[in-house]
T-cell receptor
Framework: SAVISQKPSRDICQRGTSLTIQCQVDSQVTMMFWYRQQPGQSLTLIATANQGSEATYESGFVIDKFPISRPNLTFSTLTVSNMSPEDSSIYLC??????????FGPGTRLTVL | DAKTTQPNSMESNEEEPVHLPCNHSTISGTDYIHWYRQLPSQGPEYVIHGLTSNVNNRMASLAIAEDRKSSTLILHRATLRDAAVYYCILRDVYRVNRDDKIIFGKGTRLHILP
């Protein structure tokens, strides 16, 4: 199994600023992912965080807006850049230590004013 | 990618069994059927998965149709804590560890009545 923690758990930010969300896994994992969940909606995959190389982004998400780092097998960050109110969402980190099960963090609730 | 279809919402009484259906008529032979659920204000959590045979674990049972075009997640005795959104997801066994990504549909919101 894997236990995932995220920091911060929530934040309120001003338009035009950036926020970096940290994700820590309690064990080494092969794959890490970032998702966004807008109010009342399902989860949308933002990108796969690749260790030692650039993240792989899904359609509609770009590196300039959501830069991702993954310096090792237990840690990743997601930055939400130049925020607007439309970026208000819950951002979830996810990790897959084995082939079958994927684990999710508790999420970071972001409000942009 | 193969897609799944689930009812938007369901209701059940506490302490009664719940059957959550999922249709996946375009499933391929290498697709596993996975179920996750998301409790209020939490990230999703794994529930169960299977390929062809019915599966049981401490959380639930998974009944898979003989033609694999549908499946049913069974909660044997629902509690208030089981109120959540349940997601039925297909994952290709040959893509795991390569470019396999979990893509969430809208899921089924399960309401448990006390």
């Amino acid at each position: 199994s894997a236990v995932i923690s995220q920091k911060p758990s929530r934040d309120i930010c001003q338009r035009g600023t950036s926020l970096t969300i940290q994700c820590q896994v309690d064990s080494q994992v092969t794959m890490m992912f970032w998702y966004r969940q807008q109010p009342g909606q399902s989860l949308t995959l933002i990108a796969t965080a690749n260790q030692g190389s650039e993240a792989t982004y899904e359609s509609g998400f770009v590196i300039d807006k959501f830069p991702i780092s993954r310096p090792n097998l237990t840690f990743s960050t997601l930055t939400v850049s130049n925020m607007s109110p439309e970026d208000s969402s819950i951002y979830l980190c996810s990790a897959r230590p084995s082939t079958d099960t994927q684990y999710f963090g508790p999420g970071t609730r972001l409000t942009v004013l | 990618d193969a897609k799944t279809t689930q009812p938007n919402s369901m209701e059940s009484n506490e302490e009664e069994p719940v059957h959550l259906p999922c249709n996946h008529s375009t499933i391929s032979g290498t697709d596993y059927i996975h179920w996750y659920r998301q409790l209020p204000s939490q990230g999703p959590e794994y529930v169960i998965h299977g390929l062809t045979s019915n599966v049981n674990n401490r959380m639930a049972s998974l009944a898979i149709a003989e033609d694999r075009k549908s499946s049913t997640l069974i909660l044997h005795r629902a509690t208030l804590r089981d109120a959540a959104v349940y997601y039925c997801i297909l994952r290709d066994v040959y893509r795991v560890n390569r470019d396999d990504k979990i893509i969430f549909g809208k899921g089924t919101r399960l309401h448990i009545l006390p």
